[in-house]
């Protein structure tokens, strides 16, 4: 060139990439790269357009990460209280038959103390003196001398031990009414009442009812094959005897007093029977057959006949209040014995010897109150 100036381009003007033929995608990458690292260091979030955001505080950040913690923090220990998985315990004392025991989450320690028994009583049964707790029944009373109408003491704790008072049992027609503890009696046997030979109060069969007045003889009577015994009365004031025929023409005395007369006596022998009466005013017979009993002990009042009883070998307490002969004879299995025998009143023990397998009864000859029991 004329003015000396080179051809050549300046190096000032091709110093800029962008126009730098082939250079242009490649100024484009680095100036996205410049900025991303921009934004990044200026805490610009992924998604955010770095020239419209603003960079985050950093202390806001980690206050908010504490409050976090914190409340997750919280929560845990509330969960952990409400499950009782940590419990600061509330211990209650330990009772006769429950451990401590803490009164919020149910955890127990130690053992039972327990219980204190103090001994059973006639009236209280074994009782903790701690709780109040029993266990047992009490011991009741051990009665020594109480009677149907005598107080006793008790062996264990000397209490008194009213009267029992009797256990009466209804009178029959054949009995009257009878304690069934110590065999007293009180008032008169009902007796039968019957017009066709069947009692209507006992259902028992009455084999012959007889009545008359004065002398007579009453032939004819029969019976079954039960042992019977005959109630007899007299309203007449002179003598009345009454002899038994049987069969086989042996005889009995039955009754033989003065005056008047309510007993009954044995009927032996083999029937049929006559009677052969002997009276100075009317006169009543009935043949009724023995009953059974479990009643040991016997009391009344004349003439008497007891029921068929168990009986057992020992001592016997026999009395008498009569003035007149008094006997009394005991039949069993092995035939008859007469333990007693006497004129006027008794009060005395007789030894009886009875089979082990058989019943007993008693004939009582008396005019006056008697009782015969067991001695125990």
């Known amino acids: 060139m004329a003015d000396g100036s080179s051809d050549s381009p300046s190096t000032e003007c091709l110093s800029d990439p962008k126009d730098t033929p082939g250079n242009e995608g490649r100024s484009s990458e680095h100036e996205n790269d410049a900025v991303a690292q921009d934004a990044e260091s200026a805490g610009v979030a992924d998604g955010d357009d770095p020239k419209t955001s603003k960079p985050k ?21 509330v969960f952990l209280f409400s499950t009782h ?88 027609c054949t009995e009257p009414k009878t304690c069934l ?68 023409g042996s005889r009995d005395l039955l009754v033989n007093t003065i005056g008047g007369y309510d007993g009954r006596t044995l009927l032996l022998g083999t029937e049929p029977y006559s009677f ?5 005013g009317n006169w009543t017979y009935t043949i009724e057959p023995l009953g059974t009993t479990q009643q040991t002990s016997f009391s009344g009042s004349g003439d008497y006949v007891t029921d068929i009883f168990p009986a057992t070998s020992g001592s016997w307490h026999f009395t008498h209040d009569g003035s007149s002969n008094f ?34 009864f008693f004939v009582i000859t008396a005019d006056g109150n008697w009782s015969i029991e067991p001695v125990s």
């Open 181 to 248: 503890t110590c065999g007293a009696t009180e008032g008169e046997p009902l007796g039968h009442t019957t017009s066709n030979g069947i009692c209507e109060r006992c259902g028992k069969e009455i084999y012959s009812t007889q009545s008359g007045s004065g002398d007579q003889v009453v032939s004819g009577i029969s019976t079954g094959s039960d042992i019977y015994r005959v109630h007899f009365t007299n309203e007449g004031s002179s003598n009345f005897a009454v002899w038994a025929y049987d069969s086989t």
């Open 57 to 77: 505080d950093p202390k806001k950040s980690k206050k908010r990460t504490a409050i976090i913690c914190a409340l997750a923090a919280v929560i845990i220990v």
């Open 276 to 280: 052969e009466i002997t009276s100075s």
């Open 327 to 360: 006997s009394v004879w005991v039949y069993t299995t092995d035939g008859r014995d007469l333990p007693v025998n006497t004129i006027g009143s008794y009060d005395g023990t007789k030894m009886l010897s009875i089979p082990s397998d058989s019943n007993a």
């Open 85 to 172: 998985i940590i419990c600061f315990h509330d211990w209650q004392d330990a009772t006769c038959t429950e451990p401590e025991t803490c009164s919020i989450c149910g955890r127990t320690q130690g053992e039972p103390l327990g219980h204190a028994w103090s001994a059973a009583t006639c009236t209280k049964p074994r009782t903790c003196k701690v709780c109040g707790a029993t266990e047992g029944v009490a011991l009741g009373h051990d009665p020594i001398g109480v009677t149907c109408t005598e107080d006793g003491t008790c062996s264990r704790c000397g209490a008194t031990i009213k009267a029992t008072g009797h256990r009466w049992t209804d009178a029959t």
